[in-house]
């Protein structure tokens, strides 16, 4: 099934603009807006403001995986790699739910490991792309399917 057409308010009824905010940040009134924008149409910096908030995962992560299968470095506003290093620091109640999708993202990563270590940024980006990984795979390590 594909979601590309439809807003996460449209697919999950939780996930609704807040009406009134006391303090509008622009945090918040950004993800307020990428509540209602079809899913088709966000931009890798708007996939890694969204997961990095834990919202809607189990609609943005297959979108992502897509995005980071043609790129594993892919780049939102900050840096190449900031869409994979949010991707492994979501919550993990989305890769238990959804194992092939995490063994897919080691197998990725496995595949891309050489190519992070050369990756044109500083070596704190590197490190905390590093972390990321090792924390999600030690965390995944179980859910493994047989080949």
């Known amino acids: 099934m594909t979601y590309e057409t439809k807003s996460l308010a449209q697919l999950d009824k939780k996930l609704q603009p807040s009406k009134e905010i006391d ?5 918040i009134v950004r993800h307020n807006a990428l509540l209602t924008k079809p899913i088709g149409d966000y931009t890798v910096e708007d996939l890694r403001l969204m997961i990095g908030q834990n919202t809607g995962l189990e609609y943005l992560i297959p979108r992502a995986m897509e995005i980071l299968g043609k790129d594993v470095f892919a780049e939102g506003d900050f840096y190449p790699g900031d869409l994979l290093e949010n991707v492994l620091c979501a919550d ?3 890769w238990n739910a959804h194992p092939r999708l995490a063994q897919a993202l080691l197998n990725l990563l496995e595949e891309k490991m050489n190519d ?3 990756l044109d940024v500083t070596d704190e980006i590197i490190e905390g792309i590093l972390a990321a990984y090792e924390k999600f795979k030690t965390r995944n390590r179980d859910s ?3 080949a």
Request: glycine content about 0%; hydrophobic content about 45%; cysteine-free.
């Open 23 to 27: 303090f509008p940040s622009r945090l």
């Open 92 to 94: 993990p109640k989305i």
């Open 116 to 118: 992070l270590l050369n």
């Open 144 to 146: 493994r399917m047989p």
